[in-house]
């Protein structure tokens, strides 16, 4: 079973950053892939950001250029800089991690709220 735990979510102005963080409570963190979803009020909850165990990073277009996902192997975590946020930003943030062989071991965070004002 994995666990994941994020913090770092908060209320900023536009233009301001934010860093989010995810613990991986999980024995093997090198065999999945973490990502980094989220769901505004009345949205389908979208894909922002994945990073794969070996090294490469995917971004939905309206991120690129202002957030960055890395992944730290030896403290097990995952973590989302957000810079020039926009109050389109503005959603519950989760962490995923997909297992990279085993398609049926997903899990998700218990989501960190996110709030640009303009």
């Known amino acids: 079973q994995v666990q994941l735990v994020e913090s770092g979510g908060g209320l900023v102005q536009a233009g301001g950053s934010l860093r989010l963080s995810c613990y991986a409570y999980v024995n093997s963190f090198s065999v999945y892939t973490m990502a980094w979803y989220r769901q505004a009020p009345g949205k389908l909850r979208e894909l922002v950001a994945t990073a794969t165990p070996g090294g490469g990073t995917n971004y939905v277009d309206s991120v690129k250029g202002r957030f960055t996902i890395s992944r730290d192997y030896l403290q097990k975590t995952v973590n989302l800089q957000m810079d020039s946020l926009k109050p389109e930003d503005t959603a519950v943030y989760y962490c995923?991690?997909?297992?990279?062989?085993?398609?049926?071991?997903?899990?998700w965070g218990q989501g960190t709220q996110v709030t640009v004002s303009a």
């Open positions: 995923n991690a997909a297992h990279i062989r085993e398609s049926g071991k997903t899990y």
